[in-house]
């Protein structure tokens, strides 16, 4: 490598955990890693780490000036597009040079009842003729989406429980950190007797079991779709994003 380099990972999902990891035996290479503070037991690595977010396109432009961050990694979860659009911006501004990790999309195979939509008001507008048994796993921040449907039991799972002010619709909340098994899924619809499931097509593997359980058990999926996020260099995976760091460092 030339001359050390700083490289800032936006994380806040298991790649982010894997390429940190990996990008720390990069010998001249020093790594921070960047979290929102969502949740409360964030995984913490050995690799120094900030919490919280920078305050805006003018709070991250800031913060990548002052550390004199060299490039940015962009692991964070295909639905946080925010954050992706701030650090396009901030780092055009600064002409840092920036990668996003994006894991591909899961795609629809045979058998699968999936209903595509394109954000979580669509999938609540089409829950009541799918059925009264729901098994909601969006996550906890865009619960309020739903809380208008009283006549849904639904079953909602999370990293961490609700904020006590927030809306949540009615059902029993599972605070549960994937990966799951297909067998865990199976029975998990199995037991609350679900009839339709709502996803953030996230992509990956660790939360995939229940689309196949799902397929396999034919309940339909009502699958919300990706936003969009900024152009760039992109990559797919943890490995592919380990060269792209090597080729800026020689
Ligand atoms: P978002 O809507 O894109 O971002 C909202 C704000 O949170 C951003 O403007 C930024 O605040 C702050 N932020 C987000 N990611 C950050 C990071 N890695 N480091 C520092 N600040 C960050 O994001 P979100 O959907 O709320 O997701 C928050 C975090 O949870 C992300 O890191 C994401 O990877 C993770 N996550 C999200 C989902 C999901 O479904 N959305 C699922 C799993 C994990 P400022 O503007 O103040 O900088």
């Known amino acids: 490598m030339a001359k050390d380099k700083r490289v800032l990972i936006l994380g806040g999902i298991g790649d982010s955990l894997k390429l940190t990891a990996l990008a720390s035996t990069i010998p001249g290479l020093e790594v921070i890693n960047s979290l929102a503070g969502r949740t409360r037991q964030p995984i913490i690595t050995s690799t120094p780490t900030r919490i919280g977010g920078f305050g805006g396109v003018s709070g991250l432009t800031d913060y990548l000036r002052e550390q004199k961050i060299d490039l940015l990694i962009d692991v964070t979860h295909p639905f946080a597009s925010k954050i992706s659009w701030n650090a396009a911006i901030a780092t055009s501004q600064l002409n840092i040079p920036r990668l996003m990790l994006v894991r591909p999309a899961w795609k629809?195979?045979?058998?699968?009842?999936?209903?595509?939509?394109k954000s979580n008001e669509v999938?609540?507008?089409?829950?009541?003729?799918?059925g009264s048994r729901i098994f909601l796993s969006i996550g906890r921040q865009e619960l309020g989406s739903y809380a208008h449907l009283k006549h849904i039991w639904f079953l909602i799972r999370a990293l961490d429980i609700p904020q006590p002010d927030s809306l949540v619709p009615p059902g029993k909340i599972l605070t549960e950190r994937g990966p799951f098994s297909l067998e865990e899924e199976q029975s998990l619809l199995q037991k609350y007797e679900i009839e339709a499931i709502v996803s953030k097509n996230s992509g990956g593997d660790a939360t995939y079991a229940k689309i196949i359980a799902a397929g396999e058990l034919g309940i339909p999926v009502v699958m919300i779709q990706r936003p969009s996020l900024p152009?760039?260099?992109q990559v797919s995976d943890v490995k592919s994003a380990v060269s792209w760091i090597r080729n800026y460092s020689d």
């Open 108 to 117: 629809k195979i045979e058998g699968d009842r999936w209903l595509e939509v």
């Open 231 to 233: 152009e760039g260099e």
């Open 123 to 130: 999938a609540a507008k089409v829950l009541p003729e799918l």
